[in-house]
């Protein structure tokens, strides 16, 4: 399968960017690096055509409440609509354990939206 890691060179992305590739599967690790950038949209209508995953483990530079939430809305956004447009079915997000019950964290609440975008 074609699977692009939106996060892909992140701490978890990059592992399983690994260990997919070692299964045997065409990987695209795609993050600012790489040019692809899911807050903005840049880059996200090259890696698509021909996805049949993407798996998005990116994280938010800021773990403060109102950077956080800004960037989990636009990032699941621009992901959800790149994917409709090149025809994705699967779409994976990593959340974390607990999220709904943290909510006194700015960060957790935003990873909530980001699952509900
Ligand atoms: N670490 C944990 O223990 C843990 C546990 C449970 C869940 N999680 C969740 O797993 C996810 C990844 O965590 P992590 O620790 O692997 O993060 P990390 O090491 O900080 O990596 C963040 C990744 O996000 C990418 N990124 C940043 N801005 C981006 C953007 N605008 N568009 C696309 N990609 C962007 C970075 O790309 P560049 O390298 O190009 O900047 C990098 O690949 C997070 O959502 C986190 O909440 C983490």
Known sequence: ???VVIGGSG????KLVR????RGHDVIAA???????AVTGEGLDDVMPGTQVVVDVAN???FDAAPALAFFENAGR???AAEARAGVQHH???????????TASGY????TRRRRS
């Open 11 to 14: 701490n978890i992305g990059s």
């Open 19 to 22: 260990r997919l590739g070692e």
């Open 60 to 62: 938010s530079p800021s």
């Open 108 to 111: 957790f609440r935003a990873k």
């Open 1 to 3: 399968m074609k699977i």
């Open 92 to 102: 994976v997000a990593l959340s974390v354990v607990g999220t709904d019950r943290l």
């Open 31 to 37: 993050s600012p690096k790489s040019g692809v950038d």
């Open 78 to 80: 621009n992901l959800l």
